[in-house]
């Protein structure tokens, strides 16, 4: 389905269609969608396509540290009609196949990796709100940490308004590629030797 327009209070609406939330799945929120979808429509002013540039580069940065498996519920004031400051990213993700269950292993891993999964680090780079949920943990963690952001989520600050999120898949990355490229050449990116670097 593609990506609902905005209610007439400037946010997705929390389903779509007549029968109302539990007709079917892909008429209520988180509506899944590609990133070219989201490229394409949320990316209205220079400010979106950047914070939009820092998600894809983020998501390709998971990639390349083995969390090629999962998917992103995307919301925030960036899927609300405003200019965002930046962009609210809850990542459901599967463990590199390379880490062990030994938890030793894992938090290793993750200090590592802090500059990709920390949440202030991850926000001062790419412009993204960053939550990271383990996959890989047990299924009361995962439904507890799903409740907690989907009530989180689903209500705009100030007015608590029911809202809708988005989710898109991490492992397409030809979607990344094209939506990338959607966005056109970045502004702000430096020429060095002639190339856009």
């Known amino acids: 389905m593609p990506i609902p327009p905005f209610t007439a209070d400037g946010i997705l609406p929390p389903y779509v269609g007549s029968m109302g939330p539990g007709d079917a799945l892909e008429d209520m929120s988180p509506y899944i969608v590609t990133a070219i979808e989201i490229v394409t429509t949320l990316g209205t002013s220079d400010q979106r396509k950047a914070i939009l540039r820092g998600w894809l580069s983020h998501r390709a940065a998971l990639r390349?540290?083995?969390?090629?498996?999962?998917?992103?519920?995307l919301d925030g004031s960036f899927v609300e009609i405003k200019e965002p400051k930046d962009l609210d990213v809850v990542t459901f993700l599967y463990r590199p196949t390379v880490i062990v269950e030994n938890p030793s292993d894992w938090y290793a891993f993750l200090m590592t990796n802090i500059g990709l999964l920390g949440r202030d680090q991850v926000k001062s780079k790419y412009k993204l709100d960053f939550f990271g949920i383990?996959?890989?943990?047990?299924?009361?963690v995962l439904v507890?940490?799903?409740?907690?952001?989907?009530?989180?989520f689903s209500h705009r600050r100030g007015d608590d308004i029911w809202k809708g999120m988005l989710q898109v898949r991490l492992e397409d990355v030809a979607d990344d590629y094209a939506a990338l490229s959607a966005l056109g050449p970045d502004p702000d990116a430096k020429a060095v030797g002639g190339e856009t670097q």
């Open 134 to 140: 383990d996959l890989n943990s047990s299924a009361e």
């Open 64 to 73: 390349k540290i083995g969390f090629d498996r999962g998917f992103q519920w």
């Open 144 to 152: 507890s940490s799903t409740r907690y952001f989907l009530g989180l």
